[in-house]
């Protein structure tokens, strides 16, 4: 198993201003997966996170917009950049396992 | 296109009555399901799998290829069922990437 602590867990934010979320991991692991969920929707996976490499970024999600950083096999940040109001949503990160997927307690962005 | 959808948003029974939260899945290829669940205040946290063929806190699921569905049931609900309900999907060479439903938020009503 994998315990994924994330922070912040809230936070409101001015718009035009940036937020760094950070995933820390009690082990390592290759990959770590960035999500977003917007109110009343499901969760949309935003990148995929992998040591040594650039993030692989899904349709409509950009690297200038969500930077992310992967240093280590135990730790992952994103940054959610130049945010608007339409940028509110709770983000998730998440640990891919063989039989299941472990997650972080998210974020939960309110942007003004 | 591969999708997952859970039609009902909110589901609200009784203490003691029978529960089905439904999901459906279109998928080209071997899937394998998921049902998640997350309690308010906590995290997402696996709750049974099609694979393991298990009964996770009286839940189970079946996976129907035939009807491509994999709806949730539970014989008698209880209070501490309450909670959002995800159904997901995992391709068998998809990287583990899931692909999830909209979700279904379980009021069980005393």
């Known amino acids: 198993s994998a315990v994924i602590s994330q922070k912040p867990s809230r936070d409101i934010c001015q718009r035009g201003t940036s937020l760094t979320i950070q995933c820390q991991v009690d082990?390592?692991?290759?990959?770590m997966f960035w999500y977003r969920q917007q109110p009343g929707q499901s969760l949309t996976l935003i990148a995929t996170?992998?040591?040594?490499?650039?993030?692989?970024?899904e349709s409509g999600f950009v690297i200038d917009k969500f930077p992310i950083s992967r240093p280590n096999l135990t730790f992952s940040t994103l940054t959610v950049s130049n945010m608007s109001p339409e940028d509110s949503s709770i983000y998730l990160c998440?640990?891919?396992?063989?039989?299941?997927?472990?997650f972080g307690q998210g974020t939960r962005l309110t942007v003004v | 296109a591969q999708r997952v959808t859970q039609p009902e948003k909110l589901l609200s029974v009784f203490k003691g009555a029978p529960v089905e939260l439904k999901c459906n899945y279109s998928?080209?290829?071997?899937?394998?399901l998921f049902w998640y669940v997350q309690y308010s205040r906590q995290r997402l946290q696996l709750l049974l799998r099609?694979?393991?063929?298990?009964s996770i806190k009286g839940f189970t699921a079946d996976l129907n290829k035939g009807e491509t569905s994999f709806h949730l049931k539970k014989p008698f609900a209880q209070e501490e069922d309450s909670a959002m309900y995800y159904c997901?999907?995992?391709?068998?060479?998809?990287?583990?990437?899931?692909?999830w439903g909209a979700g279904t938020k379980l009021i069980i009503k005393p």
């Open positions: 082990s390592q692991v290759t990959m």
């Open positions: 998440s640990v891919p396992a063989v039989d299941t997927a472990f």
């Open positions: 996170a992998n040591q040594g490499s650039e993030a692989t970024y």
């Open positions: 997901a999907l995992r391709g068998m060479d998809s990287n583990y990437q899931l692909i």
């Open positions: 998928y080209s290829g071997s899937p394998e």
């Open positions: 099609h694979i393991s063929r298990e």
